[in-house]
C-alpha cells in the first residue's frame, strides 16, 4: 500500500508558475515510477509526466519545455514544476506510483490558470 498526499495546486494567472508536491509514506526509492497525471471534466486522466526510479523522463508533447518532473527520495517526494502555465492546463492533477503490477492514486489537487 502507498498513500499520495498532493499539494501545491491553486490559482494563477497566465505565464504564471506553480510547483506541485506529492508527498508518498513510505521510501520512494522502490517505486518504479512515479507520475503526474491530469483530468479535465468530463475526460479521462491523461498522462502529464513520468520519472523512473533511474530518474529517465517522459512528458506529454503539450508540456514539454514548459514542466519538469523531478523526485527527492530522501523526502519521499516527487515534485512538478510548472512554468509557463496557460489557461489549458487547467484540471485536477493527480500523482501516481507503478510498483510492478499495482498502481496507486494522490487524491488529487486542482489547478487553474486564468487569463
Known amino acids: 500500500q502507498v498513500q499520495l498526499v498532493e499539494s501545491g495546486g491553486g490559482l494563477v494567472q497566465a505565464g504564471g508558475s506553480l510547483r506541485l508536491s506529492c508527498a508518498a509514506a513510505r521510501n520512494i526509492g522502490s517505486i518504479n515510477v512515479l507520475g503526474w497525471y491530469r483530468q479535465f471534466p468530463g475526460k479521462q486522466r491523461e498522462l502529464v509526466a513520468t520519472?523512473?526510479?533511474?530518474?529517465?523522463?517522459n512528458y506529454a508533447d503539450s508540456v514539454k519545455g514548459r514542466f519538469t518532473i523531478s523526485r527527492d527520495n530522501a523526502e519521499n517526494t516527487v515534485y512538478l514544476q510548472m512554468n509557463s502555465l496557460k489557461p489549458e492546463d487547467t484540471a485536477v492533477y493527480y500523482c501516481r506510483a507503478t510498483i510492478g503490477m499495482r498502481v496507486y492514486w494522490g487524491q488529487g489537487t486542482q489547478v487553474s490558470v486564468s487569463t
Open positions: 520519472i523512473t526510479n533511474g530518474d529517465s523522463t
